[in-house]
């Protein structure tokens, strides 16, 4: 009489970092960005007045400001529910063929969970020893590539010439560049927009926005791409922005100076930090996000994840095969990360 269970979906869901409900933590687990929105956020909540009314489905507020801002025409972005929704479209959309869709083995572990959502076939390409995607892995004939640019964890950023020669060798399929921590370091692939129609440059307000809670990201591309996900989107679920985020989103868009302090603050914190943490024993990749891939030469990472855990600090250990011996931590304020230093100092001192 269960025979309705054979037709459920199993999928191994993406695990998202931990959200702490106790007082007094210090929450280095998911890169959120330790600093407020900008005040023009908050200004904008009074123009807030149909919440009874569904929002503009095509969200053209949100959508023209993200264009202005980049220098494109509304017609060249897609806005969605943070950038994991604006993934998860791309995919359905995009990611059809019989032929797998590669993307790295150490990665945005949300991308192989979309792939047996959607039943897409798919790769994974080992990165190199140093973490980094070897190029001539993506040369092979395929469905389409996805990657992020700097790649989480490790943070690693690729050179803009080394994302166009994977572009280069795959013009024939989509290709998707997931720049979510893009604002802390390095330059976006979106210029090649102009020279490659199928590259698809996705970003995000969680990270350098200080959004996260807002859920806004977007995608960038040429119009027939993006029309083809709004053609997608409309068949699914053509309400997806609220008008919070829509009128919240454009109006901190605004605020240029803010954005460039904040996003300052944490690039000179990690870079701080990096020195800090390599003089206790660390070694990381050169992270040009918001967060440190760090492992310790004589402690495990788990070891230091569960006893920093029960100092209340929080940072994300993921216990899967080569990084299992790694923490991401995440930039926070700078006072936020003296206590860890100062938590890893005393915890070394006891041992």
């Known amino acids: 009489m269960s025979s309705w269970r054979d037709n459920v979906r199993k999928v191994e869901p993406y695990t998202p970092g931990e959200q702490p409900k106790e007082e007094g933590v210090i929450k280095l687990n998911t890169n959120e960005n330790p600093y407020p929105p900008s005040p023009k956020a908050m200004e904008a909540v009074s123009q807030i007045k149909n919440l009874?009314?569904?929002?503009?489905?095509?969200a053209v507020k949100l959508t023209e400001a993200i264009a202005s801002y980049h220098g494109l025409s509304k017609e060249e972005v897609f806005v969605g529910v943070g950038s994991d929704d604006v993934l998860a479209i791309a995919f359905m959309t995009f990611f059809n063929s019989d032929k797998p869709v590669f993307f790295p083995d150490i990665t945005y572990s949300f991308y192989p969970v979309w792939a047996e959502l959607f039943e897409i076939p798919y790769e994974k390409k080992a990165l190199d020893q140093e973490?980094?995607?070897?190029?001539?892995?993506?040369?092979?004939?395929?469905?389409?590539?996805?990657?992020?640019?700097?790649?989480?964890?490790?943070?690693?950023?690729?050179?803009?010439?080394?994302?166009?020669?994977?572009?280069?060798?795959?013009?024939?399929?989509?290709?998707?560049?997931?720049?979510?921590?893009?604002?802390?370091?390095?330059?976006?692939?979106?210029?090649?927009?102009?020279?490659y129609e199928n590259?698809?440059?996705?970003?995000?307000?969680?990270?350098?926005?200080?959004?996260?809670?807002?859920?806004?990201?977007?995608?960038m591309g040429n119009k027939d791409l993006i029309r083809a996900m709004n053609d997608v989107k409309y068949s699914y679920n053509s309400y997806t922005m609220n008008e919070p985020s829509i009128l919240m989103?454009?109006?901190?868009?605004?605020?240029?100076?803010?954005?460039?302090?904040?996003?300052?603050?944490i690039i000179d914190t990690r870079e701080w930090f990096k020195e800090e943490m390599k003089g206790l024993g660390f070694t990381f990749p050169d992270s040009k996000a918001n967060f440190l891939f760090a492992s310790h030469e004589k402690f495990a990472a788990e070891e230091l994840f569960e006893a920093a855990k029960e100092k209340k600090i929080y940072v994300r250990y993921f216990d899967q095969p080569r990084i299992n011996d790694y923490l991401r931590i995440t930039i926070g304020t700078k006072e936020e990360m003296e206590a860890l230093l100062d938590f890893f100092r005393e915890y070394f001192k006891e041992k």
């Open 52 to 58: 009874r009314k569904y929002p503009d489905p095509a």
């Open 249 to 265: 989103g454009a109006a901190v868009l605004e605020d240029e100076e803010y954005f460039q302090e904040t996003r300052k603050k």
């Open 131 to 195: 973490f980094k995607i070897r190029i001539k892995d993506y040369a092979g004939e395929n469905g389409g590539v996805v990657f992020p640019n700097p790649n989480a964890p490790t943070g690693i950023l690729m050179p803009l010439d080394e994302v166009e020669e994977i572009l280069k060798g795959n013009q024939d399929v989509v290709v998707i560049v997931d720049e979510a921590y893009i604002d802390f370091g390095g330059t976006s692939a979106l210029e090649l927009t102009r020279k």
């Open 199 to 219: 590259l698809l440059v996705v970003q995000t307000y969680s990270k350098s926005r200080s959004m996260a809670g807002l859920r806004i990201g977007y995608a």
